[in-house]
């Protein structure tokens, strides 16, 4: 009986010297609800293709709405694609990369024609906005969210990105509030 109670003490003390294990969170801005059933995606997590992220999406002061976005596809394109474009010397030495994605608007505020917040990053480690493409671009078509986006909306959208010359994509990053630590799909 005693053998027994000093291996229950043991076990006890193990136990309790164990490391407290640290669960990750994402912080919430005062006052806001995250809609019912969404979980939030930590900062710095990688994904593949296709995986979604739900991030808080803040598009001015007041208004911000919960979007779950997924990196579909990412294609190499082709710099004659833009032939018709007036490009500086720069410009027309990179290599354009066509990132589809689909983003769905969890709520609670619209946000029609709010700039998606999905950035390349090099291998120089810098990291760049879409470009904006006016007109009609039939490699790479839809490159805003509808006027209209409101709660429960989903689009699908093509992001341009001109990738200078000597340099790789490594990722597609997805800026959350902590712009040191972005959701990120391999190309």
């Not at 136990?15 to 407290?20: P, R």
Request: charged share 15%; aromatic share 6%.
């Amino acid at each position: 009986m005693l053998w027994v109670a000093l291996v229950a003490t043991l076990l006890l003390a193990i136990g309790g010297c164990s490391k407290e294990e640290k669960v990750a969170t994402v912080s919430v801005p005062k006052g806001f609800d995250v809609p019912a059933g969404v979980t939030l995606t930590k900062g710095g997590t990688k994904l593949i293709k296709g995986n979604p992220a739900s991030v808080i999406y803040q598009i001015a002061d007041k208004n911000r709405s919960v979007i779950t976005v997924a990196v579909t596809a990412v294609e190499t394109g082709n710099i004659k694609d833009f032939r018709f474009f007036s490009l500086d010397d720069a410009a027309k030495l990179s290599t354009p990369f066509y990132v589809t994605a689909t983003v769905t608007n969890v709520g609670p505020a619209g946000i029609g024609l709010a700039p998606i917040p999905l950035y390349a990053h090099d291998s120089n480690n810098t990291i760049s906005l879409p470009n904006e493409l006016v007109g009609d671009f039939k490699p790479c078509p839809v490159g805003v969210l509808p006027k209209s986006f409101l709660p429960g909306a989903t689009a699908k959208v093509c992001l341009v990105y001109l990738v200078s010359k000597g340099t790789t994509l490594v990722s597609v990053d997805l800026q959350t509030a902590d712009q040191k630590d972005p959701i990120s799909w391999k190309p």
